[in-house]
């Protein structure tokens, strides 16, 4: 036992450390050999030991080696050991395989009508416009007459209607929130107001009994045609992308004069003409105009102090058009391999 | 409405093809909604070349002719033309050919000769109006070429959407005028036959408010035959089907000036006269379509010196039709009040051009020259001579004269965002034919009885817009006020539940406000459930659409069954909408709710291989309920509520008296009636319930920087004690309780019959400084003094 130590021991045990600690599999070979060279009865215990059948003035230099040693050796260990508990633990957290799915919930979202009418309204509160509701059966009086829908006039026959009863029915359009709205409220005003709509027609691929419409409407001291026409743009640009080409031409709402509606470029074509908009290169968006003189007199407001212009137009018909939908019926069916369609954004905009 | 291109050329120059007419007119007002091509129809007919003309041998009129069409040997064609000649190069219809109208030729002997083909007329050929002589080609083509879709002219058709206002646009006049405005060109209106008004016929109105004009103009010598082929084929472009020369220049006339006419077979109405009266009780006629009609005091007639010969505007009768037998007509150009015309068409469902027309209030000043038109044309047709003296019957002669309305420039410029001054708007309506004359304010404005659609200033406005142009008009943002708005918090509290739910995996649905009447036993409400009566549609689509929906469960079960489990193994869904609930009195409008309603069936969580399956059940749905409840405020205050009924085993939520969601178990019953599969739990919140009024912001409480102590107690109880009462006596017992959550529960086993253990995790801490062991004992042995003093309560110990 009492061999005398050498400094070439020294650097063998060193060596034999290093190569013991790497070869270790696990924590538990690793700290056998932890044992083995740093332990109480270990490699370095006895080369301190053996230090005394040294000459003393060799003493404090192999000594010096040997504390060396054994912070290298400790040093090696640590390192090997927190290598092994990586190992380890990233082991225990893939389960062995990372390219298992991972763990999910039922996946969940929004109606594709609700997310289209969510993203209308977003673009109309910047600019200005709040929200307003009113009732989906409605009186004949705010549906038509004080629309200026006379009774027994052919302009009725615009939009077959559901009756309650004489009086009461389901609204054909969301105009009436209009009067309804101003007779409340005092210019200047700005709302949107979306709702529920009902014709009574037969469903057909772009008809249904009911579907979802969005009324805009703006009074104030000196609002035009171009105040009309500069918001409608923007909503449109800002909803199908900066692109869009629009079209104002003149039209007939018995609520509004002059009145007017917005084509954009059809978006399957770009303008060619195609099926989707019967060869004509445009799609019709929105019906608009001023609100006629009598709406105001209907509403309590002076048409001479005020004017205004009021819009309106199908979400339905504008969901279909963003996301490419053929059937409008297919908003309603509920089918949920359908509507999970729309949960999900594309990275690729199609329209450009 | 269809409209002929070629026809409006009779009244208007169109250098214009026929797209860029279409496009304009569009953004003039008239909207062109297709624009159709026709060429001329005829297939099967070649380019051949006139060798040799000979003699028929056994007719005289006919000639024999060898024609050269490209083939091995040149065909024998029969002709009857005097214009063909050798040399001529002749469109021949070869065996197998359709000519225009779908007439087939083929190979035949006509007078004992060997015909094997037909040399064509223009009209034959669909090209040209003349039928005298074979068509002569003033081109050369190598013989036996194809000829199909070479000759003759592609004519277009417009579909036009004309709305209710302008019923002078139901015309190719009426358009024609509007293509002059457009292009600032010069209207040719058609020839008349000169009449004088008198009263040739005994015309009598009984009241002029019925009908305010009536116009009869008398045809002698009448040869009922066809019209001419010019006629034919624009009516057959537009869509009319062509009937007899009287009943077509008739109809010719309605789609030329728009006022609908009417030809009786004069020598059929009784005692020589017109009658426009109410019709009498009891009476009858026959109309053109063959119907027996029962007419009543509200329908407008016309009748002879007896019976009723036609209802006014709608239809004539079959009493007084023209025949082939007829020789003396009368021709009615007439105008009546459109409501009683619209009340006649809806009562007997009875779409007639003339009605279309008619409802819409024509022009009251056209009633003569529309009359005299038609005369023109059966005169030039050699149909019958039509009489000078013909009757007019006017009721007001006011009604005639133009309209005057004032026009404020200003006005104009203030709704067009423009600057224009009052001679800048006069040239505007001068194009449409309205002529004005300068006002202090601006315009006074002269509106003749074609644009009886004009009343008022404001239609004045919109007129001259157009007639400057909506492209035109620029973006004037400046005008805009400042008006800053942000979603109301009601949205943003729908989106904020909403979102909830969507993130926690529900799928949104929207499904319908009708609601079949038979989902009411279906679903089992009791009657005296305020949902068992729903609103009636008076004309519904369907019986099952027919009621307005009181609740959203039964969609929602709808929804269940439309997702088959094969397609959807989770269900989680949920809808925000409304429901309606009758007014109490049964009149006025229904009370309308906003409610959100959600359920989940199936299985709990995708299958996946970290999870074991789990079937969903009541508290997955309670979970969401609870947390819905949370963000509508009520982290406490509500009372719980259950009951046993048809519809299945229901619980519900009131804050005080007001109840704000019910929730629990479908009845196995209501899924059969539904014919769903599998257990479904459900919760439906009355949204008004809780006005966004009343709800208040979050307000800060300090968070103690100290500590907490856990402890779990496991407390056995009579199974008669719920956990809510369990909960209830451990909070208000307890000084610093922090959190309390249950996480273990059990019943029956070795705990004996009728008893049940909740095993708590309470955690302890305080806002002033670490608890100590010997404090947080004291806290847990006084709640389990209460709990043993108040519910018999035990500690349970291993």
Redesign the interface.
Known sequence: MNERPEPSRVSEIGEQAARAFAEAGDLEALDRERVRFLGRKGEITVLLRSIGTLAPEERPRFGDLVNELKARIEELFESRRLALVAETAEADLYAGDPT??G?????????V??RTA?EI?EIF?GM????AEG?????DYYNFEALNFPP????R??QDT????QD?L?RTHTSPVQVRYMEKHAP?L?IIAPG?V?R?E?PDPSHS??FLQIEGLYV????????L??DV?FFIRAFFGPTAKV??????F?FT?????FDMSCFACRGAGCAVC???GWIEIMGAG?V??HVFRYAGYDPDAY?GFAFGMGIDRIAMLKYGIDDIRR???????F??QFWTERKADVLR | MKISVSWLRRYVEITEDPRDLANDL????L?V???HALAPEFRGVVFGKVLEVKRHPKADRLTMCTVDVGGARPLNVVCGASNVRAGLGIPVALDGAVLAGGAKIKRSKIRGEVSEGMICSEIELGVGDDAAGIMELDFEEKPGTSLDGKLGETSYVFDVEV????PDLLSHVGIAREVAALYRRELRLPELFPLEAGDAFNVTIENGRDCPRYAAVLVDDVVVGPSPPWMQRLLTSVGMRPINNIVDATNFVLMELGQPLHAFDHDRLSKDAIVVRRAKEGETITTLDGTLRELEPGILVIADGERPVAIAGVMGGMDAEVSEATTRILIESAMFD??LV??ARQRFKLDTEASYRF??EGDVGIMLEAASRAARLIADMRAGSPLARCTDAIHEARSLEPRSIRLRTAQVN?????ALDAADVAALLDRLGLPSRPTGEGLEVSVPTVRRDLR????L??EA??VYG??K?????A??????????AS?RRS?GI??Y??????????????MDPGDLERMGWDASDERSRP???????TEN?ST?RTSLLPGLL??VK??APS??E?I??FELG?I?IPAAAGS???R?EHHLAGLVARSA??L????KERRADFFDMKGELESLLEQLGFSSGLTMSASRERSGRIFRWHAGSVRIAEGGVVAEGTLERFDVDSPIFFFDLNLDAVPVESMGWPRFSPVSPYPAVKRDLCIVVSEKVAYTEVRGVIMRNAKFLDSIRLFDYYRGGHLGEGKRSYTFRLNFRSADGTLDGVAVDREVQRILGALQRELQATLRTE
């Open positions: 298992l799915p763990r999910r919930l039922t996946a969940g979202g929004h109606h009508l609700h969510a309204k509160f200005g416009y709040s929200l009732p989906d059966v409605e009186l027994d006039h052919p302009s026959d615009l559901f009756y309650i009863n009461i389901l200047p700005r529920r009902y009574n037969s009994a009911e104030d001291r000196a609002v035009s045609l171009g105040d026409k500069s743009l079209r104002f031409r003149p039209h007939f018995p004069e002059p009145s007017a509606e019967g060869k004509t001023m006629h003189p004017t908003l309603l069916s509920n089918d949920l391999r509507l999970r | 569009t953004m003039f007002g909207n909604e297709g624009v709305t209710p206002n302008r459109p409501k619209r009340r409802e819409r203030r709704l067009m965002g423009t008022e200033e404001i239609d406005v919109e817009a157009r909506y492209e008009i620029g973006l004037d943002e005008t805009h006020s400042s008006m800053f708005a942000s979603a109301s949205e989106t909403t979102s739910l969507v993130s926690r995996g529900f799928a949104e649905v929207i499904t319908s406000s009708f609103l009636r549609v008076a004309n519904p689509l659409q307005l709808g929804v439309r997702n397609e959807c989770e989680r869904i409304k309606f006025g409008l229904p309308e969580a995708p996946q291989w970290l999870e």
